[in-house]
């Protein structure tokens, strides 16, 4: 089993809907969750990230962690044709921050 | 502002070739990675330097070797490249901002092994 399990998609949905990504994790020591979209046949870049559990909103976008369930969230609110890329959720411990385990990422494409 | 750059973009090898894929960061930051990408598989560690002068194993460092040549520059070398390290190779590099290792990452080497 994977520390971290994301759905691959692909993730299809019209241009100003509300989209949800998750990914579970079964290491209880994860501290930091980040996100990272990744376009393609580019890097990916850091989106935003959460320590603990909790919310965090920056724009269209909000990070959710439910420590108590090992499941996190990425949500994309009035979602626009640039979203489309994929998007990685990534974790690490507090005792270990230099090692980041990344999900597969999930592809999502959003049409005009 | 070129944070990290990874030469070549594009490499195509015949098995049992070598090569050395290069990457530099201007950002200042100690520590510097290694990634693969593989489709299903996401991205998988394969060589860290938490700075200059250190490299540690990561989850793949099967058939590579890496070198920190100074604080700016990582490269990863394949002494006898194989079919299965075909892959998109990823370089980046961290700073440490409020308790997180934030990860910048190069546009990656598309690597072929015939």
């Keep these: 089993q994977k520390e971290v399990e994301q759905d691959p998609g692909p993730l299809s949905v019209p241009e100003g809907a509300i989209v949800s990504l998750n990914c579970t994790y079964s290491n209880s020591a994860f501290q930091y969750f980040m996100w990272y979209r990744q376009y393609s046949r580019k890097g990916p870049e850091l989106l935003m990230y959460t ?62 | 502002n070129a944070g990290v750059t990874q030469t070549p973009k594009f490499q195509v090898l015949k098995t049992g070739q070598s090569m050395t894929l290069q990457c530099a960061q201007d950002m200042n930051h100690n520590s510097m990675y290694w990634y693969r990408q593989d489709p299903g598989m996401g ?47 990823f370089c980046a590099s961290s700073e440490r901002s409020g308790g997180v290792n934030i990860q910048y990452f190069g546009a990656g080497t598309r690597l072929s092994v015939l």
């Design chain 1, 51 to 112: 320590y603990s559990s909790g919310n965090k909103e920056d724009g269209r976008f909000t990070a959710q962690v439910d420590k108590s369930s090992k499941y996190i969230s990425l949500f994309i609110r009035d979602s626009q044709p640039s979203d489309s890329a994929t998007y990685l959720c990534a974790m690490s411990p507090l005792y270990n921050t230099d090692k980041l385990i990344f999900g597969t990422g999930t592809r999502l494409q959003v049409f005009p």
């Design chain 2, 43 to 89: 991205l998988r560690l394969i060589y860290y330097s938490a700075s200059e002068g250190t490299t540690d194993k990561g989850e793949v460092p099967n058939g590579y070797n890496v070198s920190r040549l100074n604080k700016r520059e990582f490269s990863l070398r394949l002494e006898s490249a194989a079919p299965s390290q075909t892959s998109v190779y």
